[in-house]
């Protein structure tokens, strides 16, 4: 099992540019998240899904999209990029109240 | 202030060192409590729960106090591989998705 993987590793952005963050388990796992890392502030939880066709706001949603249109995919869509959104990105799944997977992370820069 | 506070550190310690971590959690409704581990520029990955009567896992032992509203992580005979951050999490709901609220970490240094 390759676990839980997240394309690209490293993203430059401009301000205003849009992008997808590709995240993919092959766990069969149910749940799915995302999160940003930032210095001082650690994991904050953006948007996750609890199945197919299902997703849900987290603490920090503004500025993102997700979908979740099969078990393996959560992508995350940065709709117009800021450098507020530079950060850590990372993807996680479940099962129920299980042990998170996270994969290796994201690391975004918006210029 | 925030739900889950931790020492940012870092605690510098000899190998062999035995060393403690305590976290305060500010939501009295939190049922699940964990800690993890966070490797420099790695993903975080769960290092054990941290069930009310304590739990141990060989050189690791994790306790829970519910009336103060701490957990705390102990490491008994530091390595130089436990040189990592130490999230510690905690998790409003017993079922269903994990919302976790997460510190911002303990960093441990080990040095020979």
């Known amino acids: 099992n390759a676990g839980v993987t997240q394309t690209p590793k490293f993203q430059v952005l401009k301000t205003g540019q849009s992008m997808t963050l590709q995240c993919a388990q092959d766990?069969?796992?149910?749940?799915m998240s995302w999160y940003r890392q930032d210095p001082g502030m650690g994991l904050r939880l953006i948007h996750y899904?609890?199945?197919?066709?299902?997703?849900d706001q987290g603490e920090v949603p503004n500025g993102y999209n997700v979908s979740r249109s099969t078990t393996e995919d959560f992508p995350l869509r940065l709709l117009s990029a800021a450098p507020s959104q530079t950060s850590v990105y990372f993807c996680?799944?479940?099962?129920?109240?299980?042990?998170?997977?996270f994969g290796p992370g994201t690391r975004l820069t918006v210029l | 202030r925030k739900e889950v506070e931790q020492d940012p550190g870092p605690f510098n310690v000899p190998e062999g060192a035995t060393v403690a971590f305590n976290c305060t959690y500010s939501?009295?409704?939190?049922?699940?409590f964990f800690w993890y581990r966070q490797d420099c520029r790695k993903e975080p990955k769960l290092l054990m729960s941290?069930?009310?009567s304590g739990n141990e896992d060989g050189r690791f032992t994790a306790q829970l106090n519910r009336a103060s509203q701490y957990i705390s992580l102990l490491i008994r005979d530091s390595k130089l591989s436990d040189s990592a951050t130490y999230l510690c999490?905690?998790?409003?709901?017993?079922?269903?998705?994990?919302?976790?609220?997460f510190g911002t970490g303990t960093r441990l240094l080990v040095s020979p």
């Open positions: 996680a799944s479940s099962y129920s109240k299980d042990e998170q997977f």
């Open positions: 766990m069969n796992h149910e749940y």
């Open positions: 899904s609890v199945g197919a066709g299902i997703t």
């Open positions: 939501n009295s409704a939190s049922q699940s």
């Open positions: 941290v069930y009310s």
């Open positions: 999490v905690v998790n409003r709901r017993n079922t269903g998705f994990q919302k976790l609220v």
